[in-house]
């Protein structure tokens, strides 16, 4: 059956009273564009293809479905003359260490890549859900994101220490056990009120509560909380910002989870477009397209 599969492969089939051809795994290399993608073509597994300037891997049987595609079929190769695969750190992860220190050339050394892998295992959801495209998108918006908030990954703590004494909610049962102006923002997402670091604390098995100052002295406990705040918490929006990505809602839906009206419906246009040109540059960065939806 093996030499009957590989002849049907370098012929041609009658579909549908016309001629379709059956691309072979081995139809173009990564490097190249020598192969470029055909609607009526048939792909097995592994057919190698090019389309807008980039290579594609088929993961199984395809038809008709333009590369990067919806349905995670196309795994993105690169570049045309981009060589193979781009790398990822042994995690997985869609943002390489250089694409990383691209993105931030300023950043402040406690916020290390390291850290940030480090962090992943905590929600292995995160930017590994859906397509490559997705997954590299959601990646670039959370980054983008984190951005906006930090200055570039430059401030570790909130700035207006006058706020400090703010973030106490007496109202809640556990209270305020590691002081009054204790709960301040920190942290990639700025995490603050003693409500969210004893929720966060409590999801990652971290004592937060009593002890807040981890996120401003372990780089993974930093970047920790703020991917639990993007995968699990909706804010004054009406979704995760996680699942806006993954969901197709856009970027802007995860500005109205971090900041809700302070910033969408009018309320800070020129906040909104610095984070959407933030993560325009950063899809830039990985290759791939912002998508629909940016603003809120």
């Known amino acids: 059956m093996t030499k009957l599969r590989a002849l049907v492969a370098l012929a041609a ?24 993608w055909q609607a009526s073509a048939v792909y097995w597994g592994d057919a190698r293809v090019s389309h807008s300037g980039r ?18 079929v196309w795994e993105d190769l690169g570049a045309c003359g981009g ?8 995690g997985g992860f869609v943002v390489t260490e250089a694409q990383f220190n691209q993105m931030f ?59 400090y004494p703010h973030y106490c909610d007496p109202g809640q049962p556990y209270g305020c056990p590691a002081g009054q102006s204790a709960y301040y923002g920190r942290g990639p ?4 009120w003693n409500f969210n670091y004893n929720a966060a604390g409590n999801a990652l098995n971290l004592p937060l509560l009593t002890n807040p100052w981890l996120v401003q002295t372990d780089a993974a ?35 109205r989870s ?14 909104v477009q610095s984070r959407v040109t933030r993560y325009q540059q950063f899809v830039g960065i990985l290759g791939v397209s912002a998508g629909a939806n940016l603003y809120c």
């Not at 395809?62 to 919806?70: M, Y």
């Not at 997402?189 to 603050?192: G, H, K, R, Y």
């Not at 971090?258 to 906040?271: H, K, L, T, V």
């Open 221 to 255: 406990v930093a970047w920790k909380t703020g991917i639990w705040y993007w995968m699990t918490q909706n804010g004054p929006g009406t979704m995760t910002a996680h699942n806006a990505m993954v969901n197709g809602a856009g970027f802007g839906q995860t500005i």
């Open 13 to 36: 089939l009658i579909v549908a009273g016309g001629l379709v051809a059956v691309i072979p795994p081995t139809a173009a290399s990564a490097a190249d564009c020598s192969a470029p």
């Open 189 to 192: 997402i700025q995490l603050s």
């Open 105 to 163: 050339p300023g950043r402040n050394s406690f916020y290390t890549y390291a850290g940030l892998v480090a962090a992943l295992s905590a929600y292995p959801a995160f930017a590994r859900t859906g397509s490559t495209t997705v997954q590299r998108q959601e990646a670039a918006a959370f980054l983008a994101n984190v951005y906006h908030e930090t200055g570039g990954l430059v401030h570790i703590v909130e700035q207006n220490t006058a706020n």
């Open 55 to 72: 290579n594609y891997r088929a993961k199984w049987w395809t038809q008709n479905e333009a590369p990067p595609g919806t349905t995670g």
């Open 258 to 271: 971090i900041n809700g009206s302070i910033e969408c419906n009018g309320g800070n246009p020129a906040q």
């Open 83 to 90: 060589g193979t695969t781009p790398p990822t750190n042994p």
